[in-house]
Structure formats: structure tokens, C-alpha cells
């Protein structure tokens, strides 16, 4: 069965440091990854996908994302990180049969001023 | 607004009464899932449509549910005899149709805000 991990529920930093949220997952066949973001009160938002190709791939927000194979993982990064960036983080994978997804438990992002 | 709707946005209810929640989603769109969203948890998918027909359970959905999508357009979750572990956030989401079974293809889910269910 597919999963997904997130090892760190809460993460604080400062405005304008950068920024490297964990993912690892683990699916039986090449994956198709993404990133949501999710405000309070706010729907989830699709930050990024990786699906095949490139293994850096660039999302919205002045978001990026690896893909490592060899590691199952899926970190998300952004250079320079923005008040309004706190937020929770989810990563989820899929698709299987129906194309649901399968999310991580989250990463609560807080940022310092 | 042409996103994904949900009504309620809240619902408070008593444990072992009815609610059904009703999610609207982007017109042209073909695939209606449902999602739960326990506090401090990712959201774990409920079941999907494509169209009218829905096409997956998750073992999550016990009897107690239902979900409907009538005319392959709205749909309904419907959770009868609310219990307090019933107490989460209900998302939905919508997307086009995948592609065929040699090369799938995904297509994006819109999420809606969700409907936050509170069983007293």
C-alpha cells in the first residue's frame, strides 16, 4: 500500500531564510507526487507535480520540489521564505485506480518576522 | 466563483442525528472525490464519482455513509447516526476525467474549502 510521510509536524522560521519541508513516501510503482498547500479556512492548493522527466520541478509561489528516487523522497524548497508562506504543508501521492491521492500528515509552517 | 463549492461550511450536530453535505463542483469537470480531514492529519480519501457513477469506497466509508452524485453533477455525503469520531473536516474535490488504461494521466483536483463537522 502507497504512504506517505511527513517526519516534521511544525517547523518555524525566520522571514527571508530558506526553506526545506521532508517528504518520503513509498508506492509500488513510479509515483506521482505533489505538494498542497492549505490556509486556514482555505481549500488545498496544488503548489507542484511531479509526474515524470526532470526531477526538480517548479511550482507555484517561488516553490521547487526534488524527486530522489534512490531516497523516496520528495523534499519541498523555497529560497526565501515569505510571511505569508505559513501555512500547513501536505504531501500527498498517487494515482492509483481512481486517482486519489494519498496525503502525508502534514507540515505546519510558521514563519519569524 | 467557478471553484469548488461546499455547503455547510460548519455543522454542529448531535451525536446520533443525520447531516449530509453537498459539494458543487467545477462545471466541465467529470471526477467528484471525497476526502476526511481529521485535526492534525492529512486528508484520507472517502470515495470518488466519475460522472453518476461512483466508482471507489474507501473502507473508511462505513455503512453509515452515503454519497450520491445524481445527475454526474452535485453530490451529497450523507452520514446518518453522527457519532463524535464522525468530527473532522469533509473535503471535496473535483477534476477532469483520466486518461485511458495504456498511459493514465492525472489531472489536477480542485479542493473545496470543506465542511467542518462538529458531533456533540
Known amino acids: 500500500a502507497q504512504s506517505v510521510t511527513q517526519p516534521d509536524i511544525h517547523i518555524t522560521v525566520s522571514e527571508g531564510a530558506s526553506l526545506e519541508l521532508r517528504c518520503n513516501y513509498s508506492y509500488g510503482a513510479t509515483p506521482y507526487l505533489f505538494w498542497y498547500v492549505q490556509s486556514p479556512g482555505q481549500g488545498l492548493q496544488l503548489l507542484l507535480k511531479?509526474?515524470?522527466?526532470?526531477?526538480l520541478v517548479q511550482g507555484i509561489k517561488g516553490f521547487e520540489a526534488e524527486f530522489k528516487r534512490s531516497q523516496s523522497s520528495f523534499n519541498l524548497r523555497k529560497p526565501s521564505v515569505h510571511w505569508s508562506d505559513a501555512a500547513e504543508y501536505f504531501c500527498?501521492?498517487?494515482?492509483?485506480?481512481?486517482?486519489?491521492?494519498?496525503f502525508g500528515g502534514g507540515t505546519r509552517l510558521m514563519v519569524k518576522p | 466563483d467557478t471553484g469548488v463549492s461546499q455547503n455547510p461550511r460548519h455543522k454542529i450536530t448531535k451525536r446520533g442525528q443525520n447531516v449530509t453535505f453537498r459539494c458543487d463542483p467545477i462545471s466541465e469537470h467529470n471526477r467528484l472525490y471525497w476526502y476526511r480531514q481529521t485535526l492534525g492529519q492529512g486528508p484520507e480519501f472517502l470515495t470518488y464519482f466519475q460522472n453518476e457513477a461512483q466508482l471507489e469506497k474507501s473502507r473508511l466509508l462505513s455503512d453509515r455513509f452515503s454519497a450520491e452524485r445524481p445527475k454526474g453533477s452535485f453530490s451529497t455525503l450523507e452520514i446518518q447516526r453522527t457519532e463524535q469520531g464522525d468530527s473532522a473536516m469533509y473535503l471535496c474535490?473535483?477534476?477532469?476525467?483520466?486518461?485511458?488504461?495504456?498511459?493514465?494521466?492525472?489531472?489536477?483536483?480542485?479542493f473545496g474549502p470543506g465542511t467542518r463537522l462538529t458531533v456533540l
Open positions: 474535490a473535483s477534476s477532469l476525467g483520466a486518461g485511458g488504461p495504456v498511459l493514465p494521466t492525472y489531472n489536477e483536483q480542485f
Open positions: 500527498a501521492v498517487g494515482p492509483n485506480a481512481g486517482n486519489m491521492l494519498t
Open positions: 511531479y509526474f515524470s522527466g526532470d526531477t
